[in-house]
């Protein structure tokens, strides 16, 4: 597609259950980044894959976040036992390449998360 | 630590009067990107700065990179209507971007 492409677009679960946010990035890029967007406030870094490399794992804020990525495609965010704290938009990102250089991050519309 | 500080967090202006958002870090910067987010919507990338005292324009809007590459500041002329949104600053972190907590500005017709 010609952007990023997150689904679903609204998640709305019980506290306690289990959510799978899902992330397809443009085409070629080999950089992919979650985010976490609370209600007025900044983007706070949670993953980022590039290409083969071990993801950066250091900003998932606990064991209950795992991501995962299929070669340089589709990543899913997985988030279990919900908490309300939990409840923000969830941001992905993708770039042409990682690294140094730092090129441009596209963003997806987000998945707007909301813990009852 | 590795955060980047801007201010104001909030600014109201008139249309027609300018705004200035400020970043600063407490260590050397490599680069530093700047985004847009409209409300409802999702960041999008505005600009990078990567030498020492850069300037760049994009037609009312003016980036600085400062000497000693600290701190970055963007500036608007002559605001719009559609210029509301949120305007975050981000650093280079080894790969990654850590966002300023960015600057929400409204513009009052």
């Known amino acids: 597609g010609a952007g990023v492409s997150q689904s679903p677009s609204n998640k709305v679960t019980e506290k306690g259950k289990d959510v799978e946010l899902r992330c397809d990035p443009i085409s070629g890029h080999t950089a992919l980044y979650w985010y976490r967007q609370r209600l007025g406030q900044g983007l706070e870094f949670l993953i980022y894959?590039?290409?083969?490399?071990?993801?950066?794992k250091s900003g998932l804020p606990s064991d209950r976040f795992s991501a995962e990525r299929t070669g340089e495609s589709v990543s899913t965010l997985t988030i279990q036992r919900t908490q309300q704290e939990d409840s923000a938009v969830y941001l992905c990102?993708?770039?042409?390449?990682?690294?140094?250089?730092?090129?441009?991050?596209?963003f997806g519309d987000g998945t707007r998360l909301s813990i009852l | 630590g590795q955060q980047v500080m801007q201010i104001p967090q909030y600014q109201h202006v008139q249309e027609g009067e300018d705004f200035t958002t400020y970043c600063n870090s407490s260590?050397?910067?490599?680069?530093i990107q700047w985004y847009k987010q409209r409300p409802g919507g999702h960041p999008v990338f505005l600009i990078q700065l990567v030498k020492s005292g850069e300037v760049k324009k994009q037609k009312r809007l003016t980036f600085q990179f400062g000497e000693a590459k600290k701190n970055s500041s963007l500036h608007i002329t002559a605001t719009q209507t559609t210029d509301v949104g949120t305007y975050f600053c981000?650093?280079?972190?080894?790969?990654?971007?850590?966002f300023g907590q960015g600057t929400t500005l409204q513009v009052k017709p």
């Open positions: 990102a993708s770039s042409l390449d990682g690294g140094a250089n730092n090129q441009p991050q596209h």
């Open positions: 894959f590039q290409g083969n490399s071990a993801p950066d």
């Open positions: 260590t050397t910067l490599s680069n």
């Open positions: 981000a650093k280079g972190n080894t790969g990654k971007l850590i």
